[in-house]
């Protein structure tokens, strides 16, 4: 390399290094500069130093999680993903529509356990693609699956649990009926990449996953001050510019809105039953960098989450990156968009955490933060809310796992 190229390599190389400590000093990284931190893996030491550090100051060394069940309402779903195994045609063998019956007996058997949280996730607008399941509804008494999932909410309060629904995209008026039933909504912006909608990408047969649909609908639950679960896919096609701005996207809404509480950075999984079973997993350091890239880009408020089962060799390189939040654990139900991928278990979590100087804590679908910001939390919700934290309580997992 010539001397006044290898002088510029150099003197770019320091200049991120002091970019990294922006952060730290309340100042905002720059596009470029969280471009760059991404795609040098030089600069990873520096970069997880920071992120680390910014996690202790606005979460101190306790990490959480929330003891959930997985209530899959349906797996009907209009999208074509070529990454998804959750999806089903009502045809398939696989497929399924949840009862009343089958969810409350769920319900019950997760509260038994200990668990706080109904995670109701399910396909997107099924009944605008599959006549037979407009018939499935209309034998439940419902119009919509947006109106059946209010009920199925309803269900799971009446066992004792909190609702946290994940259905796709909801319109502002169907988001303001959920907010009665759910503590908290949620929906993955996944990219804000349109060119992954074009022929031959992952969102090609895909319509909800348009990406401005899907900001819209992020938009509107701030707009209606919803405490909302958002976050990125990772090695699906996207470059790490179009990752910067995902997290930038979701930035500029929470700090127009407020109401964004934890961002998940969750990676692809290759499976044999996908479209894209073998495309190429994303790296390990590709992940924790990720990770430490969003503590930094995002506003210390919002946590930071990766799910566990995802990178079960990884937890301590996560923790390490200033990921505060492991996201839902079931006793109970497995994760059915990764079914292969099993939970950990929670006493085994904490001994991870605790070797490496954290703390592991339960949590509500609700983060403390919201449950007495004006607004954000129904008043009709809020005693259960108030249950339910009291069984909390403050104190750290320890080596026991709900029986």
Request: glycine share 6%; net charge negative.
């Given at each position: 390399?010539?001397?006044?190229?290898?002088?510029?390599?150099?003197?770019?190389?320091?200049?991120?290094?002091?970019?990294?400590?922006?952060?730290?000093?309340?100042?905002?990284?720059?596009?470029?500069?969280?471009?760059?931190?991404?795609?040098?893996?030089?600069?990873?030491?520096?970069?997880?130093?920071?992120?680390?550090?910014?996690?202790?100051?606005?979460?101190?060394?306790?990490?959480?999680?929330?003891?959930?069940?997985?209530?899959?309402?349906?797996?009907?779903?209009?999208?074509?993903?070529?990454?998804?195994?959750?999806?089903?045609?009502?045809?398939?063998?696989?497929?399924?529509?949840?009862?009343?019956?089958?969810?409350?007996?769920?319900?019950?058997?997760?509260?038994?356990?200990?668990?706080?949280?109904?995670?109701?996730?399910?396909?997107?607008?099924?009944?605008?693609?599959?006549?037979?399941?407009?018939?499935?509804?209309?034998?439940?008494?419902?119009?919509?699956?947006?109106?059946?999932?209010?009920?199925?909410?309803?269900?799971?309060?009446?066992?004792?649990?909190?609702?946290?629904?994940?259905?796709?995209?909801?319109?502002?008026?169907?988001?303001?009926?959920?907010?009665?039933?759910?503590?908290?909504?949620?929906?993955?912006?996944?990219?804000?990449?349109?060119?992954?909608?074009?022929?031959?990408?992952?969102?090609?047969?895909?319509?909800?996953?348009?990406?401005?649909?899907?900001?819209?609908?992020?938009?509107?639950?701030?707009?209606?001050?919803?405490?909302?679960?958002?976050?990125?896919?990772?090695?699906?096609?996207?470059?790490?510019?179009?990752?910067?701005?995902?997290?930038?996207?979701?930035?500029?809404?929470?700090?127009?809105?407020?109401?964004?509480?934890?961002?998940?950075?969750?990676?692809?999984?290759?499976?044999?039953?996908?479209?894209?079973?073998?495309?190429?997993?994303?790296?390990?350091?590709?992940?924790?960098?990720?990770?430490?890239?969003?503590?930094?880009?995002?506003?210390?408020?919002?946590?930071?989450?990766?799910?566990?089962?995802?990178?079960?060799?990884?937890?301590?390189?996560?923790?390490?990156?200033?990921?505060?939040?492991?996201?839902?654990?079931?006793?109970?139900?497995?994760?059915?968009?990764?079914?292969?991928?099993?939970?950990?278990?929670?006493?085994?979590?904490?001994?991870?955490?605790?070797?490496?100087?954290?703390?592991?804590?339960?949590?509500?679908?609700?983060?403390?933060?919201?449950?007495?910001?004006?607004?954000?939390?129904?008043?009709?919700?809020?005693?259960?809310?108030?249950?339910l934290a009291a069984e909390i309580d403050g104190h750290a997992v320890g080596a026991e796992v709900p029986a």
């Amino acid at each position: 390399m010539p001397e006044l190229a290898r002088r510029g390599a150099l003197a770019a190389h320091e200049a991120l290094r002091e970019a990294v400590a922006k952060p730290l000093a309340g100042d905002d990284l720059t596009r470029d500069e969280a471009i760059a931190l991404l795609s040098d893996p030089d600069l990873s030491e520096h970069l997880l130093v920071a992120a680390a550090t910014l996690r202790d100051r606005a979460w101190g060394r306790t990490v959480t999680f929330s003891p959930k069940i997985f209530l899959p309402i349906t797996n009907l779903c209009r999208d074509r993903c070529t990454y998804c195994t959750f999806r089903a045609d009502p045809d398939d063998p696989h497929a399924w529509t949840m009862t009343p019956d089958e969810i409350a007996e769920w319900s019950a058997r997760g509260r038994t356990l200990g668990c706080k949280e109904a995670l109701l996730c399910l396909g997107d607008k099924p009944e605008v693609a599959f006549p037979v399941y407009r018939t499935t509804l209309e034998r439940l008494g419902h119009r919509t699956t947006a109106e059946y999932v209010e009920r199925a909410c309803a269900i799971a309060l009446d066992a004792g649990l909190l609702p946290h629904t994940n259905a796709g995209i909801l319109t502002r008026e169907e988001m303001a009926r959920l907010k009665d039933v759910n503590v908290s909504l949620g929906l993955m912006l996944e990219t804000v990449s349109t060119r992954l909608r074009g022929r031959g990408e992952v969102h090609q047969w895909a319509p909800d996953k348009e990406p401005a649909a899907r900001l819209r609908m992020l938009r509107e639950a701030g707009e209606l001050a919803i405490p909302f679960t958002t976050g990125l896919l990772l090695g699906i096609g996207e470059t790490l510019a179009e990752r910067v701005d995902t997290l930038l996207a979701i930035r500029d809404l929470h700090r127009a809105h407020g109401h964004v509480q934890e961002v998940i950075v969750q990676p692809f999984r290759a499976k044999p039953t996908i479209r894209r079973s073998d495309a190429a997993e994303p790296a390990t350091d590709d992940v924790v960098r990720t990770v430490a890239v969003a503590r930094l880009l995002l506003d210390r408020e919002v946590s930071v989450q990766a799910p566990p089962n995802l990178s079960p060799g990884d937890h301590a390189l996560l923790l390490g990156a200033g990921l505060n939040d492991w996201g839902g654990i079931s006793p109970l139900t497995p994760d059915y968009v990764n079914p292969e991928a099993p939970w950990p278990h929670v006493a085994a979590l904490a001994a991870e955490c605790r070797a490496a100087g954290y703390a592991l804590q339960e949590r509500l679908a609700i983060y403390p933060a919201y449950v007495d910001r004006p607004g954000f939390l129904s008043p009709v919700l809020r005693p259960r809310v108030a249950a339910l934290a009291a069984e909390i309580d403050g104190h750290a997992v320890g080596a026991e796992v709900p029986a």
